[in-house]
């Protein structure tokens, strides 16, 4: 006969608090062993940065026109640097979709674990594949021509903006997964970010679109990080009419920490309540 042993929920703060980290320390490394045996969707998702870079960078590169002069390259690589953590969002939802059509989630709603601890072992797991990502596209901008121009310091923050708004829309991504059904759902996300990651300063600089548009571009929280992340590397590009454009160090951290505060919430909320 077996028998069934219960783990008691830990009472006080301080025990909770360790229970939740464990716990999404445990769901961390499942997905980071899922994902390091797929070797074809690591391969897939590297080759997308890469094949930007070169694609813009040389097919559009020698039509494209920066304010005030500079090379495009240096220009563009930034703007590609916050596109792939904008790109993020849709194999977080995936991911998330996929476990539950799996019933994977619903196993983890009836074990006695902490209930922040899946989507905060997504999160830890999206950011290091994030870094990856970003790794390999600083790589191969290097080898195309561009380079930070900035100290090392302003180099590293410029990064760490760049995977701050990265961890800001793993939020997104875990919700819209929670409520999407299949996985086949997830692939309707990609038109719908494709114009948030156009309609900014990815490509083009906000001047030169029609003056509506430069508007809405450069209240677009991916164009705050990629002007923030422009500064500090020292590449040209830098500039606006509205305050957005005039702040970017400012917004690039205000749009994500707002999106972490409404998002989180929503995450575990609809996590914890989603019917079996």
Known sequence: MTTMTTVPIPRTPAARLRWAVHDGLTVTRRDLTHWIRSPEEIF???????????????????????????????????GLFGMTMVFGLVITASAVVTDTSRGVTDRFRSMPMASSAVVAGRSIADMARAALDLAALIVCGLAVGWSPHGSFGATMAAIGLLLLLRFALIWVGIYVGLLLRTPESATALFP???????????????????????????????????????????????????WAAHHPMLMAIVWPVVLILVFFPLSVRRFQTMSR
């Open 44 to 78: 897939g998702g590297l080759m997308f940065p890469v094949l930007s870079v070169l694609l813009f960078g040389y097919v559009f590169g020698s039509a494209m026109v920066v304010p005030g002069g500079g090379d495009y390259r240096e220009f563009l690589l930034p």
């Open 192 to 242: 719908l970010i494709l114009p948030f990651a156009m309609i900014a300063n990815t490509f083009v600089a906000p001047g030169l679109m029609p003056t509506w548009l430069g508007y809405a571009s450069e209240w677009n929280p991916m164009s705050a990080t990629v002007a923030a992340t422009r500064e500090l590397f020292g590449n040209p590009g830098i500039g606006g009419e509205t």
